[in-house]
């Protein structure tokens, strides 16, 4: 059985390393212009991560539709090509933990979230605002 989970959660870890491996190296080739817009931070000091920005995350993540995920992604990963028609197994489920929001000194935030269900792992979701909203750019599995 722990074995099992094991596989599950390395499986989901790789998953998530590969889809966001992929749209990053798409987005460093494409000519859309969008790349010079991921690179630009925010550096105001009042940006927060708000309870609809949360639930905003967790909704796209928690889609079982490709596009409805890409809504939190920012614009130059939205373009890349995905094996997978989630990002999550069925029965998981993404909850981000509000309270461990940081924001650096160059308008980036990062923010803890956690997989629970058919697996289990967590993750550190890297966020910059664009149009005032907080969108991935980078995730780092933590377990």
């Known amino acids: 059985m722990i074995n099992k989970r094991r596989k599950i959660i390395f499986i989901l870890a790789a998953m998530v390393v ?4 992929i749209v990053i190296v798409y987005s460093l080739f ?11 931070p925010q550096t105001n000091d009042t940006l927060v991560l708000n309870a609809d920005d949360v ?3 967790e909704n796209a993540l928690n ?3 490709r596009f409805e995920q890409e809504r939190a992604l920012v614009p ?6 995905w094996t997978s028609s989630a990002v999550l197994p ?4 993404l909850q981000v ?5 940081k924001i650096s000194e160059n308008g980036y935030g990062q923010v803890r979230a956690s997989v629970t269900g058919s697996v289990e792992a967590e993750f550190v979701l890297y966020l ?15 377990r």
């Open 90 to 93: 069925e029965g998981a489920s």
């Open 97 to 101: 933990d509000r309270d461990t929001f």
């Open 128 to 142: 910059k605002s664009v149009n005032q909203e907080w969108l991935i750019y980078m995730t780092e599995t933590k």
């Open 63 to 65: 889609s079982t539709d």
């Open 76 to 81: 130059a990963l939205r373009n890349g090509e």
């Open 18 to 21: 590969f889809i966001i491996s």
């Open 30 to 40: 494409s000519d859309d212009g969008a790349q010079s817009e991921v690179l630009q």
């Open 55 to 57: 639930k905003s995350l």
